[in-house]
């Protein structure tokens, strides 16, 4: 069993900057890419960043300029340094870890932390 545990939400100014982090732990095998959603109230869930394991990047046309995903495969670990950030950004951020084994496909997610950028 496979768990992500999100950190680094909170409030901050527009302009501002955050760090999110999430740790996965449990055995993760195969082919898997790690990368955040976001979620506004009213709003669908969306894709903010992805990164292979080899390091490929993915970014939302939204965020790009602002935001890096980066992985250290060795912790198990994602993150997301958020810069500049605008109100519209703010939203409950997820993790997520999926990949295949074989013909096994998996699809973990974190609890979810609460970024809020105020005016």
């Known amino acids: 069993q496979v768990q992500l545990v999100e950190s680094g939400g909170g409030l901050v100014q527009p302009g501002g900057s955050l760090r999110l982090s999430c740790a996965a732990s449990?055995?993760?095998?195969?082919?898997?890419?790690m990368g955040w959603y976001r979620q506004a109230p009213g709003k669908q869930r969306e894709l903010v960043a992805g990164v292979s394991e080899s390091g490929t990047t993915d970014y939302a046309d939204s965020v790009k300029g602002r935001f890096t995903i980066s992985r250290d495969n060795a912790k198990n670990t994602v993150y997301l340094q958020m810069n500049s950030l605008k109100p519209e950004d703010t939203a409950v951020y997820y993790c997520?870890?999926?990949?295949?084994?074989?013909?096994?496909?998996?699809?973990?997610w974190g609890q979810g932390t609460q970024v809020s950028v105020s005016s």
């Open positions: 449990g055995s993760i095998l195969g082919i898997n890419t």
């Open positions: 997520n870890l999926r990949g295949l084994v074989s013909s096994w496909e998996y699809d973990y």
